[in-house]
């Protein structure tokens, strides 16, 4: 079939391509064809690829242009099919065809910049969504890791005006094309071409003209009596896939370090003018926790690239990218406006109350003076994000595909407490991951800006002993499947120890929130050594005690931190944990 589509190629008359002879519509059938062909096809040959391309030749205008799509995103899901068999069965064999898969590229082009519109039932649609996909497998299985730009796929396969059609894309906030922008920015030398052709100005242009309409609709609202009916603007649509775009191109590596820190110090202007957003994701926890996460990642990325651990990757830019970065931060009041408040309350709630130890006496807060004899304060201190949670679940409670035992050990704190055991949903794991994920880079960004000046410590060291006991109780969680999984159907097993739908899925939802988990100890634990030597230096000796007093108690210095024995740097972030207790201990001794 390939070869009877290839032989048409001769015919070509006029720039009718494919449809100069025959019928598009029998074209078609035979593009069907192979398509339900591919799919049990192990090997791949070059005829895929250049038909593809001949396939996209012809006028837009022309009659048969709507099947001419069609026969060409059929023709690229069947080129995608023999990528993936082609790479799975024989992958070398793909580098011998990269000037076919350049070429396929060449001719999906004009497809893959339709713009995509969720709410128009136009075939354009679906035709760029493929084509663009195809795009994406391509340049995935082809590119190479070429030592200079020049040879580089990318820089053969995508063309000026090729991206600067999807940033145009982008700009009009077709969020769909943000993946395949996102895809070309982790490839080599991707991340150059896209900042080359203005990707970092069209991500603010996108912010500035979402803002302006943001800014209209809430007048509007105010017009109208909002104050006396609840409304709720929510992110929009297209944030989540710029937010991808951005981490990506602060991933790069192959951006040199002053061009990286050029792009960081851009784009953390762009995520300046969304500080109203971010301030209503951190007020309103667990809402949209996936979006809040996100912007967290390019936070701490954009810092890192501003202030680099390694003295060897500090440039002469450096104190001047640094300072930046530290301006943008303080005018945008990111920290102050809700990251801090966010991660105090995560570090105090890293689970339920019910599924928490005591606090021991030395780490409890005492303090209920509202420091006024005038204004009345109603505190509800057993609230909490878990609350809110279980609120937004409730709906959705009926429909989990999947239940597990909260993640606890049989003799850990509040196992057993009341009648029945408590019970996870996939969903609930899923937010508590993103909870722990956030508060480590919530934490990490603190400590990148040096804000030490936001946080209580006192309080950190209630979120320290709480996190580490998280940490542990989640590793002896998994020791017990492991366990059941090895023993299962022996006379030692009651039936009664693990009770779980999916054991294999239940263990890979513990690990992700032990390995999150055990970060945050760590994180707590390098900004309660800073806060120790705060505390040493100005007197605060309870701060410094109830940090010895959380080390102790949870005993991280002598068993270490659950659940970080699975990382794969295990050893030396184990060695760091006992110098860092030992160093506090030290600092907090009266």
């Known amino acids: 079939l390939m070869l009877t589509l290839h032989r048409l190629e001769a015919t070509e008359i006029?720039?009718?391509g494919m449809d100069a002879k025959l019928l598009p519509a029998a074209t078609c059938n035979l593009g069907n064809a192979v398509l339900v062909l591919a799919d049990s096809?192990?090997?791949?040959?070059?005829?895929?690829?250049?038909?593809?391309?001949?396939?996209?030749?012809?006028?837009?205008?022309?009659?048969?242009?709507?099947?001419?799509?069609?026969?060409?995103?059929?023709?690229?899901?069947?080129?995608?099919?023999?990528?993936?068999?082609?790479?799975?069965?024989?992958?070398?064999?793909?580098?011998?065809?990269?000037?076919d898969f350049i070429m396929a590229i060449k001719g999906l082009e004009k497809l893959a910049c339709f713009k995509v519109d969720t709410k128009s039932s136009e075939s354009h649609s679906i035709v760029a969504i493929l084509a663009r996909s195809s795009i994406g497998e391509i340049v995935n299985t082809s590119s190479d890791d070429s030592d200079n730009f020049e040879h580089s796929f990318v820089s053969h396969a995508f063309s000026k005006g090729f991206v600067s059609s999807l940033l145009?894309?982008?700009?009009?906030?077709?969020?769909?094309?943000?993946?395949?922008?996102?895809?070309?920015?982790?490839?080599?030398?991707?991340?150059?071409?896209?900042?080359?052709?203005?990707?970092?100005?069209?991500?603010?242009?996108?912010?500035?003209?979402?803002?302006?309409?943001?800014?209209?609709?809430?007048?509007?609202?105010?017009?109208?009596?909002?104050?006396?009916?609840?409304?709720?603007?929510?992110?929009?649509?297209?944030?989540?896939?710029?937010?991808?775009?951005m981490s990506a191109l602060l991933a790069s590596a192959s951006l040199p370090y002053k061009r990286a820190a050029e792009v960081a110090i851009s784009l953390?202007?762009?995520?300046?003018?969304?500080?109203?957003?971010?301030?209503?994701?951190?007020?309103?926890?667990?809402?949209?926790?996936?979006?809040?996460?996100?912007?967290?990642?390019?936070?701490?990325?954009?810092?890192?690239?501003?202030?680099?651990?390694n003295t060897h990757d500090r440039h002469e830019l450096l104190s001047n990218g640094v300072s930046k970065a530290k301006t943008i931060f303080l005018k945008a009041r990111f920290l102050e406006n809700g990251i801090a408040m966010l991660c105090q309350h995560l570090w105090e709630n890293p689970f339920p109350t019910d599924l928490l130890p005591d606090i021991p006496p030395l780490l409890q807060d005492f303090d209920d003076d509202p420091h006024s004899t005038v204004v009345a304060v109603e505190k509800n201190r057993g609230q909490t994000?878990?609350?809110?949670?279980?609120?937004?679940?409730?709906?959705?409670?009926?429909?989990?595909?999947?239940?597990?035992?909260?993640p606890t050990g049989r003799n850990d704190f509040g196992y057993w407490s009341g009648r029945k055991q408590k019970v996870w949903t996939h969903t609930k794991f899923e937010y508590s991951i993103a909870a722990m994920d956030v508060l480590s880079l919530g934490l990490s960004l603190l400590k990148r800006m040096d804000r030490f000046d936001l946080i209580d410590g006192r309080s950190a060291a209630r979120g320290l002993f709480n996190c580490a006991c998280v940490a542990e109780s989640v590793?002896?969680?998994i020791s017990e499947i492991q366990y059941r999984s090895e023993n299962s159907g022996s006379v030692m097993d009651t039936g009664e120890m693990v009770k779980s739908d999916n054991p294999e899925l239940e263990r890979e939802y513990l690990s992700r929130l032990g390995l999150s988990t055990a970060r945050c100890v760590e994180e707590l634990l390098i900004i309660s050594f800073e806060l120790a030597a705060d505390?040493?230096?100005?007197?605060?000796?309870?701060?410094?005690?109830?940090?010895?007093?959380?080390?102790?108690?949870?005993?991280?210095?002598?068993?270490?931190?659950?659940?970080?024995?699975?990382?794969?740097?295990?050893?030396?972030?184990?060695?760091?944990?006992?110098n860092l207790c030992k160093q506090i201990q030290k600092k907090s001794k009266v």
């Not at 064999?93 to 990269?98: A, S």
């Not at 996108?206 to 943001?214: F, H, T």
């Not at 940090?547 to 060695?575: F, H, N, T």
Request: net charge negative; glycine share 6%; proline share 3%.
């Open 14 to 16: 006029s720039h009718h």
């Open 41 to 99: 096809i192990t090997r791949f040959d070059g005829e895929a690829a250049g038909v593809l391309a001949f396939s996209a030749s012809g006028e837009d205008s022309a009659v048969e242009a709507p099947t001419r799509y069609e026969r060409t995103t059929v023709l690229s899901t069947a080129l995608s099919l023999l990528l993936r068999a082609t790479l799975a069965a024989d992958p070398g064999l793909i580098g011998q065809y990269r000037d």
């Open 168 to 245: 145009r894309l982008q700009t009009e906030l077709d969020d769909h094309v943000c993946s395949l922008l996102q895809t070309i920015a982790l490839q080599p030398y991707g991340a150059t071409i896209l900042v080359d052709a203005g990707i970092c100005q069209s991500l603010q242009a996108s912010a500035k003209a979402y803002l302006l309409e943001e800014e209209h609709v809430e007048r509007k609202l105010r017009n109208h009596g909002a104050e006396y009916n609840k409304t709720t603007i929510r992110t929009p649509p297209f944030l989540l896939s710029h937010l991808k775009l």
């Open 268 to 309: 953390l202007h762009t995520f300046a003018l969304y500080k109203r957003i971010v301030l209503r994701l951190c007020s309103n926890f667990p809402s949209e926790a996936d979006v809040l996460r996100w912007f967290m990642r390019c936070f701490v990325q954009a810092a890192s690239l501003a202030q680099p651990t």
């Open 385 to 406: 994000w878990w609350n809110v949670l279980d609120n937004v679940l409730l709906p959705s409670t009926a429909e989990s595909q999947y239940e597990f035992n909260a």
């Open 475 to 477: 590793e002896n969680r």
């Open 535 to 578: 505390a040493k230096e100005n007197g605060k000796g309870d701060v410094g005690s109830a940090i010895r007093g959380a080390i102790e108690q949870s005993g991280i210095d002598s068993k270490g931190v659950g659940c970080l024995s699975m990382a794969q740097d295990a050893k030396g972030r184990g060695e760091l944990v006992s």
